[in-house]
């Protein structure tokens, strides 16, 4: 992998309007309805009146929605995880012309080989040209970016900076390599826009880039004829001494619980903790800051371990808020230690966890 290719950002500020399509298509029950009965005169674009009410439906909560979660960093759209942005700020306006303007900044992080861990800090603006079309019993929202009109990119904290070949050859540091090959990939992501499904069951997905009608987006983890609300189905992958966070996934009502679904390859073990977004927010930024894992904050609400070959399922009650779930790959936390290290060609390779898992909320038994 050549040096911060896991920094290719397939979900940053794409998840948000793929977000506020989520609010779109699964809050207004009275436009779905409409929209079904007339797919010959929603798909027609001279029908902009109707178009237009439709793309903003769920406007309003577009940026709560943005902030509620963390986004997959990928090196590509079937590839694990390397890592997760987590938005703070976001501002989106809807312009007259039907366009959506966006802007946002947030903290994350990820890994590639020779430097370990990165931390950054990132913040954008885009301008969308939205649009839709149906296939079927299938809504395809389309979200085209018109123009992006800034984006930078910060580095915080490289884990391995001495041993890293990102700075000195190029006259450079580190940082400002880093700083600037961050740069570069973010400008050309953005550029991709992404694509929002809707199903007439209510079921939401999305997928970077233009999804062809009739295709899927990626998922390494299928769910069909389930009751539950499905949170996430995904996969990550976590190197030796790192660790991912989930989430936070929300508990709106009384008596639910969060179902969990996971498989490890990879490595023996590792272990599965459960915290409350405050300590968790907190836990996180320590992460991207320091290049020094630590212990946990506080006891987690649930530890267990994850072992390889068998499927672990979990069904959790929880009152209602927010909620981390930690994959944790390191010495430091829970009584899984990675095993050592073997020599490789930038020193050592460390074999790294695979976790795919399905996160699920619904009525608690």
């Known amino acids: 992998m050549p040096p911060l290719a896991a920094l290719r950002y397939r979900s940053l500020a794409l998840l948000a309007l793929a977000l506020l399509a989520l609010g779109a298509f699964s809050c207004q029950r009275t436009g779905v309805a409409l929209v079904k009965l007339m797919p010959g005169v929603t798909n027609d674009p001279r029908n902009r009146t109707m178009r237009r009410e439709i793309m903003s439906f769920g406007s309003k909560e577009f940026c709560k929605e943005l902030m509620k979660r963390g986004a997959p960093l990928k090196t590509r759209d079937d590839a694990p995880a390397m ?21 946002f900044s947030g903290r ?51 884990e391995r900076v001495g041993s890293t070949p990102l700075g000195g050859l190029f006259g450079a540091s580190a940082q400002d390599t880093a700083n600037r090959m961050g740069n570069q990939i973010i400008a050309q992501e953005l550029q991709r826009g992404f694509t929002v499904l809707r199903d007439d069951d209510g079921s939401v997905d999305f997928g ?38 989930l989430g ?23 272990d599965v903790m459960l915290f409350q977004k405050t300590p968790g927010d907190g836990w996180l930024q320590t992460y991207i800051q320091q290049a020094q894992v630590g212990p946990p904050p506080v006891p987690p609400m649930l530890s267990d371990v994850l072992a390889q070959g068998r499927e672990w399922r979990r069904t959790v009650p929880l009152k209602p808020g927010l909620y981390y779930l930690v994959i944790d790959h390191t010495s430091v936390a829970g009584p899984v230690s990675p095993p050592p290290s073997q020599p490789g060609f930038l020193g050592t390779s460390d074999v790294a966890a695979v976790v795919r898992y399905v996160a699920q909320v619904g009525d608690a038994p």
């Open 83 to 103: 890592g997760r942005f987590f938005a703070d700020q976001c501002f989106h306006q809807d312009m007259e012309n039907d366009d959506v303007f966006v802007q």
């Open 108 to 158: 994350g992080y990820t890994w590639t080989q020779p430097s370990g861990r990165i931390g950054f800090k990132i913040q954008g603006s885009i301008l969308y040209n939205p649009d839709f079309l149906l296939h079927g019993k299938t809504m395809y929202a389309y979200f085209r970016p018109r123009t992006v009109q800034s984006s930078k990119f910060e580095t915080i904290m490289i």
């Open 208 to 245: 970077v880039g233009i999804i062809e009608q009739g295709q899927r987006p990626f998922h390494p983890y299928q769910v069909h004829g389930s009751d539950k609300v499905l949170l996430a189905s995904d996969w990550t992958e976590i190197h030796e001494q790192q660790r991912d966070f």
């Open 248 to 270: 936070p996934f929300e508990i709106e009502g009384r008596d639910q619980a969060l179902f969990l679904t996971m498989n490890l390859d990879g490595t023996p073990a590792v």
